[in-house]
């Protein structure tokens, strides 16, 4: 959970997020991390996801007052990595339709944020999610899915799959030499299992199209309140 006695610097809700994971080859993942991170596994296997939200109640603290940004949708592309044992996630993309909050993301703490188009749609109790990037000078990846949970809410149980890939609390960034981690902060996850069709999967080409024609596990989560802590650099 990563709770520290720090102010937070950001908060935010995510709602209607959906954890879509798809195993991977290491050698496939090498090339496309910073090599002062190591590869993190379970049971042997490294693992790829796609997180899709909507992001809302968006509040920023600075110079002691609070700064409130606009409701927006995210769609993250992420692994897993450790650094000197520190366990996190390493966004490989992180596409938004808010200009705003790409530009500060990328400008200020670097992270690899794009501008996209998108739309989020709920009928029937059906979701149906939509993406494509239009950032300039960066490869153009759409994305579209409809997804439905299916079963109770229930927390994962330590030591599973399930538990490794959702119960990460901290993002890790590498640049020339240095190691940078961002905290973050919430209660467990509680999952539900759910119905996912994907339309259209661009997403993971840049590293292996053949990746996304494999079975995913997927769980989904309807809200969760999210602390942000200051970044510590780690070497």
Not at 2 to 14: I, R
Not at 176 to 193: A, C, F, Q, S, Y
Request: hydrophobic share 35%.
């Amino acid at each position: 959970m990563a709770k520290t006695k720090k102010n937070w610097l950001a908060k935010q809700n995510w709602n209607d997020l959906l954890f879509i994971h798809y195993p991977i080859a290491i050698e496939d993942l090498r090339t496309h991390i910073p090599e002062e991170l190591e590869i993190d596994t379970f049971e042997g296997q490294a693992w790829i996801g796609i997180v899709p939200f909507l992001g809302t109640e968006n509040q920023a603290r600075k110079f002691g007052r609070i700064f409130s940004a606009d409701d927006f949708l995210e769609l993250n592309v992420r692994t897993y990595v450790t650094y000197k044992g520190e366990k996190a996630v390493y966004f490989f993309t992180m596409d938004a339709d808010s200009s705003l909050v790409v530009r500060t993301a990328r400008s200020v703490v670097g992270l690899p944020y794009y501008h996209a188009d998108m739309k989020i749609e709920e009928k029937d109790g059906t979701i149906k999610y939509e993406s494509k990037r239009t950032h300039d000078g960066k490869a153009k990846a759409s994305f579209s899915c409809s997804y439905a949970p299916v079963s109770k809410p229930s927390k994962s149980k330590p030591d599973t799959l399930t538990h490794w890939l959702t119960e990460r609390y901290a993002l890790l960034k590498a640049k020339n030499g240095k190691v940078t981690k961002g905290p973050i902060h919430h209660e467990p996850w509680e999952l539900r299992e759910a119905e996912l069709t994907i339309h259209k999967n661009e997403l993971l080409d840049f590293i292996n199209p053949e990746i996304s024609k494999t079975e995913p596990l997927v769980h989904y989560s309807k809200a969760k309140e999210v602390l942000f802590y200051p970044f510590e650099k780690l070497s």
